[in-house]
């Protein structure tokens, strides 16, 4: 099976098991997310439920083909915090996903070395109650037709199963349909094999 077209996620928020190291206590909490303008109300959100926590670290991973993330150490001494998060992303092949591991700070300095495992395993631990689904990476076309060619259009959209995202009647029909990334080639032929339609 060819899983170039997939990609791995998480649907729900995720809170983990505590994670402890000379006092101080680590609380990793995974995300979805659709954009990066969600992370900040997701870590107010956990200023506030943590509200005497010292440190609130953070990576994040976006999009399959052109993916974007970040990584915050949040204060934490440099790449001891954020990369370790983001390793733990690449590890389990997630995407459009936000970890948020939270410390308690319990009085005794970890060293680097201890705080890389510390969110090391912070991270880890949530991704590992985390429901992991598995996604197809879809691709969008917006078709625009004369009403009297609905039927040709209905039948191929019923044929190849394609999913309707929009629908706008007004002058002319136009509809945003998605389609699994691996059919996109033969779908789009098909519409433009119907000539009474405008595909993009």
Same mark, same amino acid.
């Given at each position: 099976?060819?899983?170039? &077209?997939? *990609?791995?996620?998480?649907?729900?928020?995720?809170?983990?098991?505590? %994670?402890?190291?000379?006092?101080?206590?680590?609380?990793?909490? #995974?995300?979805?997310?659709? &954009?990066?303008?969600?992370?900040?109300?997701?870590?107010?959100?956990?200023?506030?439920?943590?509200?005497?926590?010292?440190?609130?670290?953070?990576?994040?991973?976006?999009?399959? $083909?052109?993916?974007?993330?970040?990584?915050?150490? &949040?204060?934490?001494? =440099?790449?001891?915090?954020?990369?370790? @998060?983001?390793?733990?992303?690449?590890?389990?092949?997630?995407? =459009? @996903?936000?970890?948020?591991?939270?410390? *308690?700070?319990?009085? #005794?300095?970890?060293?680097?070395?201890?705080?890389?495992?510390?969110?090391?395993?912070?991270?880890?631990?949530?991704? $590992?109650?985390?429901?992991?689904?598995?996604?197809? @990476?879809?691709?969008? %076309?917006?078709?625009? %037709?004369?009403?009297?060619?609905?039927?040709?259009?209905?039948?191929?959209?019923? $044929?190849?199963?394609?999913?309707?995202?929009?629908?706008?009647?007004?002058? =002319?029909?136009?509809? $945003?349909?998605?389609?699994?990334?691996?059919?996109?080639?033969?779908?789009?032929?098909?519409?433009?094999?119907?000539?009474?339609?405008?595909?993009?």
């Amino acid at each position: 099976m060819n899983t170039s &077209d997939t *990609y791995k996620t998480i649907e729900k928020e995720f809170e983990g098991e505590i %994670f402890k190291d000379r006092g101080s206590k680590f609380i990793g909490y #995974t995300f979805p997310l659709t &954009d990066d303008d969600e992370v900040k109300s997701h870590i107010d959100m956990l200023k506030s439920k943590h509200h005497k926590a010292r440190h609130w670290c953070y990576a994040w991973k976006l999009g399959v $083909e052109k993916a974007r993330f970040r990584a915050n150490d &949040d204060g934490e001494p =440099n790449n001891s915090a954020g990369q370790p @998060i983001y390793g733990q992303i690449l590890s389990f092949d997630v995407t =459009n @996903i936000l970890i948020v591991v939270v410390r *308690y700070f319990g009085g #005794t300095k970890l060293g680097v070395g201890g705080l890389i495992n510390a969110y090391r395993a912070g991270a880890k631990l949530v991704l $590992e109650e985390s429901a992991i689904v598995e996604k197809t @990476i879809d691709v969008h %076309f917006k078709l625009t %037709f004369e009403y009297e060619h609905m039927d040709k259009v209905m039948r191929i959209i019923k $044929e190849k199963k394609i999913v309707i995202v929009n629908q706008k009647m007004e002058m =002319n029909c136009v509809f $945003e349909v998605s389609v699994r990334k691996k059919f996109a080639e033969a779908t789009k032929m098909a519409f433009e094999n119907l000539r009474c339609l405008t595909i993009k």
